[in-house]
Every structure is written in structure tokens, then in C-alpha cells.
């Protein structure tokens, strides 16, 4: 099978993730999720990948010179990566006590929280178990994987402004899409 | 329309099947194979990358052309044995070391490829003496990094550092991309440019080939 979806997520406590996000100590002075985590209600750390299968199968559609085959499946192999991360996120916050409105999920490398933090993370969560490994320089292999933290809380703990330091160089702003349809959710 | 014009529009359209036929008669007809490239399948590719940068049309239409493109190479290859190709430049290109994102780097070389550039692609992984090896070794006019980390930008700073010491710097150009990069962390670590995407890899090999 080209894609052999598999993940992992494991609830964790407010002070337990402290550590987890203060990781190397490395994240910039403020970031978004420093002040969510701490007013959450649920928190888990989780992991994801598509396996090694697709990107061998995106290399093999290079190297036999079908580039647009092989670029199509590369960008619908990544959107799958996401869709699996939600799929987790939705698990999660099934399984939950009621008491929350609303959910979100963050990754290392993203919004102020330093890439680095993916080696506490692999640390506690050890997402080996589902053949995900983790490279000196904070890279996951299979190249089709995402790890973070699912946060579960009331919606306006979710909202925040975009005005972070390292906001003025954010080309995607996908914050202000994920902070809508949280507004969204009844 | 002559062959070549037909050659040109049927590799815009990026159909494969009509440019290897096409390939094929014009070198039945005799016509150099030099000729064939550059005015043929090259001015074909140049309409494909002036389109894409006006937005007319979209990368996998210019991913279809470079297919047919390569599949016209090999037609041709034989028939170029000890000729030299006029080239529009060299550049060896790789990801850098601690890094295994390639399909930015492999888009980059195909578009440069597209446009008349000889591309000696290391693929990923790349340590800095292979980059500066092999652009020393083969004369290279670009040294060309990506990264798409921030833990793996450090790395291009090394291999311009390498290329200080080898005294290659100023003489082989540095050209730096990936989603983490911007402008400022390319002019501070020393590298001649940094490109947001294929087009302006292109464009800024052009500058430097042509100054
Ligand atoms: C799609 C994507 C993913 C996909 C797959 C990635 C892949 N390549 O296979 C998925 C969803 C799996 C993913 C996961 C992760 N991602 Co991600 N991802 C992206 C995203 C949105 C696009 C990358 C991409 O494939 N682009 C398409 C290709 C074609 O573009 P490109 O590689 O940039 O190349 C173009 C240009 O940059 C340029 N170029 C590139 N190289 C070169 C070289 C030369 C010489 C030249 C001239 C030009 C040039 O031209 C190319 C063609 O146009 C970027 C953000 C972004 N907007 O770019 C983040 C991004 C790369 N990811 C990021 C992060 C943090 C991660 C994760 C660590 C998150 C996590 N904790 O799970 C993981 C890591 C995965 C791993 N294996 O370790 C960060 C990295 C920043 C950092 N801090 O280091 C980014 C930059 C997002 C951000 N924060 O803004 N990711
Ligand atoms: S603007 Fe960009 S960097 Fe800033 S919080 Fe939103 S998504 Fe993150």
C-alpha cells in the first residue's frame, strides 16, 4: 500500500508539557501556545506519518522523469499528513469529558515554538512504536510525518493577536483560519 | 509551420508522444542536433517558463513539458557523442547537509534545466566538501543549496565559508532557497542571491551568466 497511514497521541498533564514545550530552551521570548496550554483543559502529545512507501514512490516518479506525477503526489501525500494529524485530533477530543468547546493543534517548528522541542517530545512520546525516528538535526523520517500537541480548552483561550515578533515574516498566516473556525464551532 | 516551430509548440503543450516524433524526423532530416535543442526544444521552454511566470499556466503544465523535454534528450544524445553542447551555465546544486527535503531542489533543476543550464544534481544530504568538490572539479558557474529547516540553514554558511577558503567565492556564484530563507539570511551569510522559487533561479543565472 503506497500510503499506510499510522499515528500515536498520549494525554499528558499541563505541568508534564511544560516541559515538553520549553524543550532546549530555544522558542522564542513569546509564543501563541505558551499562553494556551497553560488555560487548557486537555492536553496530548501525538504523531503521525503516511510511511516510507510514498516517498519512495515520489523519488521513483522523479527519477523516471514523471515530474508532474511526481510533484501532484508530493503535494496531496503532505495535505494527507495533515488530514491524519486532524483524524487524531478528533480522536482525542471524542474520547474527552465533556467541559471544552473547542480544540487546536500546534507543532514544534511552527509559531514560535522551537523546532528542537521534537527531541523532548520523541523523548515522551517515543513515536519509534509506529516507525517514526528522529534525526540530529530534528528531522522525522519518513519525510511524511507531523508531530505537536493537541490542545483542548475553552474556544477564547484560542484566540490571540498575530502580532508575535516573528509574525512580520509569516507568509501563510494560517493562524487567522484555524482562530475562525474555532469561532465557528458552536 | 516548420519542424522546429512544431517541435517548440507540441513541447509547450508538454506532449511527450508528438515531441518524440517530432525529434525523431528532425534528425532524420539532418538537421544538427544543436539546432534541434536550441530552437526547437529550448525556445519551446523558454514560452513554458514565460508563461508560468505571467501565471498563464501552472507548474505541472511546465513538469509535463520538461518530459517531453528529457524524452527529446535522449533521442538526441546519441547523435551529440563527442559534441559539446552550448550551455547556458553550470550549476551543481544539492540539499544541504542534515536535510532531506528534495522536491523544492528537484523543481528548481528541472526549470533550470528547462532553460539551457547543465544541472549536476548531488541530491540531498549534501556535506559542504561535496558541494565545493564537485564545483571545483567540473568548473561550475553556481553553486546552488537548499534547506528547509532552520536547524539545516547553518549549513550553507559552512559552504560558503569552504568556498572562501578554496578561493572559489566571487567566481562561482551562490545561490541559496527554501521556505525557511529570506533575502537578509542569504546576504548575511554572504550568498549572491537568494531565489523564492525556479523562475527566479532562472532569471538570477541569467543575470550572472550574462554579467
Ligand atoms: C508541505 C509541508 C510539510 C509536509 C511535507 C513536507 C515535505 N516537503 O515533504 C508535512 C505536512 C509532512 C510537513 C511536516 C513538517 N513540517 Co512542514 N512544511 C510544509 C510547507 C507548507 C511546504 C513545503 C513544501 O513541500 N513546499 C513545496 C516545495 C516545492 O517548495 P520548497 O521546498 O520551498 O521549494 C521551492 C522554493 O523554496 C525554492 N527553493 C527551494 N530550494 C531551493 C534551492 C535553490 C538553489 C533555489 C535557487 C531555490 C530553491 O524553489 C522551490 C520551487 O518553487 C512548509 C512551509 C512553506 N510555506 O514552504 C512547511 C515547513 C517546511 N514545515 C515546517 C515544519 C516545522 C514541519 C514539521 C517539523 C512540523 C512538525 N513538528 O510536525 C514537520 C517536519 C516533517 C519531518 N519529516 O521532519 C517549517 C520548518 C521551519 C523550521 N522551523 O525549521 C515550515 C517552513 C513551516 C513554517 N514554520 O513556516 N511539512
Ligand atoms: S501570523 Fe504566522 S507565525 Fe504568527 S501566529 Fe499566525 S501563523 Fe503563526
Redesign the pocket.
Given at each position: 500500500m503506497l500510503a499506510a497511514p499510522r499515528s500515536v497521541f498520549m494525554e499528558i498533564t499541563r505541568r508534564d508539557f511544560g516541559a515538553v514545550f520549553e524543550g532546549e530552551g530555544l522558542n522564542d521570548s513569546e509564543a501563541p501556545l505558551g499562553g494556551i496550554y497553560e488555560r487548557s483543559d486537555g492536553l496530548a502529545l501525538f504523531?503521525v506519518t503516511?510511511g516510507r512507501a510514498v516517498?519512495r514512490q515520489i523519488t521513483d516518479l522523479f527519477d523516471s522523469h514523471e515530474y508532474a506525477a511526481g510533484?501532484m503526489l508530493?503535494?496531496t501525500?503532505?495535505?494527507s499528513?495533515?488530514l491524519a494529524?486532524t483524524s487524531v485530533e478528533r480522536t482525542f477530543v471524542s474520547g474527552l469529558d465533556a467541559g471544552f468547546e473547542a480544540s487546536m493543534s500546534f507543532?514544534?517548528?511552527?509559531?514560535g515554538w522551537?523546532?528542537s522541542a521534537?527531541k523532548k517530545?520523541f523523548e515522551t512520546l517515543q513515536p519509534v512504536d509506529i516507525g517514526i525516528t528522529?534525526t540530529d538535526t530534528?528531522?522525522?523520517?519518513?519525510?511524511?510525518?507531523?508531530?505537536?500537541v493537541i490542545v483542548a480548552g475553552r474556544k477564547e483561550i484560542f484566540i490571540f493577536d498575530d502580532n508575535f515578533e516573528f509574525c512580520s515574516t509569516?507568509?501563510?498566516r494560517t493562524c487567522r483560519d484555524r482562530m475562525n473556525a474555532i469561532k465557528k464551532q458552536v | 509551420m516548420d519542424i522546429l516551430e512544431e517541435l517548440s509548440a507540441s513541447l509547450e503543450a508538454g506532449d511527450t508522444a508528438a515531441v518524440t516524433r517530432l525529434t525523431t524526423e528532425a534528425v532524420a532530416q539532418g538537421l544538427a542536433p544543436e539546432i534541434i535543442t536550441g530552437h526547437g526544444l529550448v525556445a519551446g521552454m523558454n514560452v513554458v517558463g514565460q508563461k508560468f511566470k505571467a501565471h498563464e499556466i501552472f507548474l505541472p503544465d511546465v513538469l509535463l513539458a520538461a518530459r517531453a523535454m528529457h524524452a527529446a534528450m535522449e533521442i538526441l544524445k546519441p547523435h551529440l557523442v563527442g559534441k559539446q553542447l552550448p550551455t547556458a551555465g553550470k550549476?551543481v546544486?544539492g540539499?544541504v547537509q542534515g536535510d532531506?527535503?528534495d522536491?523544492?531542489?528537484n523543481?528548481?533543476s528541472i526549470?533550470l534545466r528547462g532553460a539551457g543550464f547543465e544541472v549536476i544534481d548531488l541530491g540531498k544530504d549534501v556535506a559542504p566538501e561535496r558541494f565545493v568538490d564537485e564545483a571545483e572539479k567540473t568548473g561550475a558557474d553556481a553553486i546552488?543549496?537548499?534547506?528547509?529547516?532552520?536547524?539545516?540553514?547553518p549549513m550553507m554558511k559552512e559552504v560558503v565559508a569552504l568556498a572562501k577558503k578554496r578561493g572559489l567565492y566571487g567566481k562561482t556564484r551562490i545561490?541559496?532557497?527554501?521556505?525557511?530563507?529570506t533575502a537578509e539570511y542569504a546576504e548575511e551569510i554572504g550568498a549572491d542571491?537568494?531565489?523564492?522559487?525556479?523562475?527566479?533561479?532562472v532569471d538570477?543565472m541569467r543575470e550572472f551568466a550574462g554579467g
Open positions: 504523531a503516511l516517498s510533484a508530493d503535494s501525500a503532505s495535505e499528513a495533515e494529524a507543532s514544534p517548528g511552527y509559531c522551537h523546532i521534537q517530545l528522529l530534528f528531522l522525522m523520517q519518513p519525510l511524511k510525518s507531523i508531530s505537536g509569516c507568509r501563510t | 550549476v546544486i540539499t532531506l527535503h522536491i523544492g531542489k523543481l528548481v526549470m546552488g543549496m537548499s534547506a528547509l529547516l532552520t536547524t539545516t540553514m545561490l541559496v532557497g527554501g521556505a525557511p530563507l542571491a537568494y531565489c523564492f522559487d525556479g523562475t527566479s533561479a538570477r
